[in-house]
């Protein structure tokens, strides 16, 4: 008996809170915070300074965009997660804010389950 083949469940389209384009400008711009905790992250994980980091920050791309989630630490800030795989030679996680004025960084994490 043979099994029909299963059909592809439609994914939920997912949208980011803050738009990659106005992300990507506040970088060009320079208009970035880099947690000292992301920045030890990133050294301590691939070996990245900061220059690397804003590096890794114009090179994604919308289909890297993971969720959007409330702030476990502050719930009255929504953060943008980033998954990218090979980005830089990378595995790597980023969750991503920003008020208008600026962009802020939270720790980069390797992660070894990332989808692009």
């Known amino acids: ?24 400008k506040l970088v060009r711009d320079g208009a970035v915070l880099i947690r000292r905790n ?6 301590d994980a691939f070996g990245w300074n900061s220059d690397e980091i804003l590096d890794a ?3 994604l791309q919308v289909k890297h965009f993971y969720k959007s989630a409330v ?4 719930p009255q800030r929504v953060l943008d997660f980033y998954k990218a795989r090979g980005l830089k030679g990378e595995n790597w996680s980023c969750p991503a804010f920003t008020d208008g004025l ?12 990332s989808r692009s």
């Open 1 to 24: 008996m043979s099994q029909k083949p299963r059909k592809k469940r439609a994914r939920a389209k997912r949208d980011s809170l803050y738009s990659l384009p106005e992300v990507k």
């Open 71 to 74: 702030s476990k630490i502050n």
């Open 38 to 43: 992301a920045l030890d992250g990133a050294r």
């Open 57 to 59: 920050l114009r090179r």
């Open 102 to 113: 600026g962009l802020a960084v939270m720790p980069l994490g390797h992660d070894s389950s």
